[in-house]
């Protein structure tokens, strides 16, 4: 099976862009995540090939990977931010993103978080429920500012990805119900400190067909000529992110072929002049990133042999919440070790703490692994269970590999707690 760009076998063993894995292992140690620049920026060209020539925004949605370093590699290459926290703004804004270029996404914004991204003058609100359009509107009136808003509607698509990650179905928590969008527009227009902008949807996470997105177009245009009936004009559409990557065999549409159908659908439909908001995740940094690991110990049973590696559920949560399938390969190729079948397990107190199963591999403790497809949804969601520092984090470009993030000890765990005198 081919290999994700920038990662390349070169005498037997594994490189991200010009540098070897096993030599970054030694240098600094497992688990390690390793992310390639140019891979990001690959997937990232993809989207503005696609976008060239429109009215365009495209909003990188940090909780994929939310590392500074990551941030600034993709603000400087043209990106704003999507964000869903208070914590991601203040990441956002010192990561160097121009505030006019985040958004702010997510069911719960508190009236803490609202006040501070109005007080920095983000871009726009993604709001997603009428009551928070009221809060917002409270919120803004009483600082004497005007808010921009979008409102997400959910198109009642199906995403045809996992339950945990599908979005757009009208029985989860996200947006707004498609009957009930004209008239949360109608209250929007009537709040004194908001200005109505824009409309979003975003239909799930790991989509590996152009067909959801386009059922989601037509719907969202339809909603769209719907409002503007009653008035309100939308200045952008966001389509949210979603777009799938390859994992294991997946064979997601290019994100520059998508938009290509997508535009025409748009030009179609007349909505071709309206400014063009994504917010991909997954897409752009999900294949750019892998994270070391080492063998610790082989435990070969009756029934399973397991492979006890020294990354966990806490650092690559992604298995155990979404029995999600990595890639798992050795930075190195042995010749003098049989293959055997192995369920690859972290030392996390947890049957759930897998990395794979049922991995045919050649390996003996000590030698280091590559769990592939680690860039998204993994540094970012890892914890601390188990009193587990979190992972050191390099940045490879070309032949030169930065660390981005220093490995987490044990004293910055206890920093913020007060023992007991
Ligand atoms: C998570 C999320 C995204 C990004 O999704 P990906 O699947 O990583 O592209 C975009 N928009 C919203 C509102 C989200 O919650």
Redesign the pocket.
């Known amino acids: 099976m081919p290999l994700p760009a920038f990662l390349t076998q070169r005498h037997g063993e594994l490189h991200v862009e010009d540098v070897s894995l096993d030599a970054l292992a030694r240098a600094h140690g497992t688990p390690l995540f390793v992310y390639s620049k140019a891979a990001m920026l690959q997937a990232l060209g993809a989207y503005q090939r696609g976008l060239a020539g429109r009215a365009h925004l495209i ?1 990188y ?1 940090m ?2 990977n939310s590392s500074l370093a990551i941030l600034q590699t993709l603000v400087r290459a043209g990106c704003g931010l ?1 964000i ?1 926290s208070g914590g991601e703004l203040e990441r956002a804004l010192a990561a160097g993103c121009a505030p006019e270029r985040i958004i702010f ?2 069911v719960g914004k508190t009236r803490a978080e609202m006040r501070r991204a109005l007080a920095v003058g983000i871009g726009c609100f ?1 709001v997603e429920s009428r009551a928070e359009l009221a809060v917002l509107d409270e919120v803004a009136r009483a600082a004497g500012r005007r808010a921009r808003v979008s409102i ?1 509607v959910n198109p009642d698509v199906d995403a045809r990805t996992h339950p945990y ?1 599908s ?1 757009g179905l009208k029985d989860n928590k ?1 947006g707004i119900a498609h009957d009930e969008v004209i008239d949360t527009y109608r209250q929007a227009a009537a709040c004194e400190s908001l200005d109505v902008v824009g409309i ?1 949807c ?1 239909i ?4 590996t067909q152009a067909g959801p997105y386009l059922d989601a177009l037509e719907r969202v245009l339809d909603l769209v000529e719907a409002i503007e009936l009653t008035g309100t004009r939308l200045h952008h559409i966001d389509f ?5 990557i390859d994992y294991h065999g997946d064979t997601p549409p290019a994100a520059d072929e998508l938009w290509a159908k997508l535009l025409q659908r748009l030009d179609v439909r007349g909505f071709g002049d309206r400014q063009i908001m ?7 940094v ?1 294949n750019a990133g892998v994270c070391l690991t080492e063998v610790l110990y082989q435990k070969p049973g009756e029934h399973k042999n397991f492979l006890i590696v020294d990354a966990a559920m806490n650092d690559l949560p992604r298995p155990a919440m979404y029995q999600a399938y990595h890639r798992i390969e050795p930075v190195r190729s042995r010749t003098d070790t049989t293959a055997l079948t192995w369920d690859v397990v972290g030392p996390v107190c947890e049957s759930g703490d897998w990395l794979g199963r049922d991995r045919e591999l050649a390996v003996q403790p000590g030698d280091v692994l590559a769990v592939l497809s680690a860039g ?2 993994c540094m970012s969601m890892a914890s601390n269970y188990n009193t587990r520092g979190r992972a050191a984090e390099v940045l490879v470009d070309g032949a030169q590999a930065t660390v981005i993030r220093q490995r987490e000890t044990a004293a910055d765990q206890m920093r913020l707690e007060t023992p007991l005198p």
């Open positions: 909003c949605a909780k994929a999507d869903v996404s997510g993604n997400r990650i979005t996200f979003d975003h799930g996470s790991q989509i949210g992110g979603g777009l799938g994504i917010e991909p995740g997954r897409s752009i999900g998204a949804y």
